[in-house]
């Protein structure tokens, strides 16, 4: 099974942008779905970002479109979350998130009780 540990998280002024990174160990993510979700304080956790598999179709969360861009770098273990144009109400710890099954429909891979693995979670804050 894999591990995956998030970094680039930081605090950046509205507007700005933040490049997050997910790193696997213990495993090759390939053959993976991987997915960013993110928890705000007081809030349930929240679907931003997937790629279903390697070379599929990405989906983004209704609130971040056309800001974020997911992309995957199997070669060499990794899984990325470019934002741009942040905005305060981004402010969240962001964690990424794997699971081996082939999803039965794609819209599986928008759910956070469908993958079994999680990283740590990193702080994001956007200020205004």
């Known amino acids: 099974q894999v591990q995956l540990v998030e970094s680039g998280g930081g605090l950046v002024h509205s507007g700005g942008s933040l490049r997050l990174s997910c790193t696997a160990s213990?495993?090759?993510?390939?053959?993976?779905?991987t997915g960013w979700f993110r928890q705000a304080p007081g809030k349930e956790r929240e679907f931003v970002a997937a790629?279903?598999?390697?070379?599929?179709?990405?989906y983004y969360g209704d609130s971040v479109k056309g800001r974020f861009t997911i992309s995957r770098d199997d070669a060499r273990n990794k899984a990325y979350l470019q934002m741009d144009n942040l905005k305060p109400e981004d402010t969240a710890v962001y964690y990424c998130?794997?699971?081996?099954?082939?999803?039965?429909?794609?819209?599986?891979?928008?759910?956070?009780?469908?993958?079994?693995?999680w990283g740590q979670g990193t702080q994001v804050t956007v200020s205004s």
């Open positions: 790629i279903p598999y390697s070379g599929g179709t990405p």
């Open positions: 213990g495993g090759s993510l390939s053959g993976y779905a």
């Open positions: 998130a794997a699971e081996k099954t082939r999803p039965v429909e794609l819209s599986l891979v928008r759910s956070r009780y469908w993958y079994d693995y």
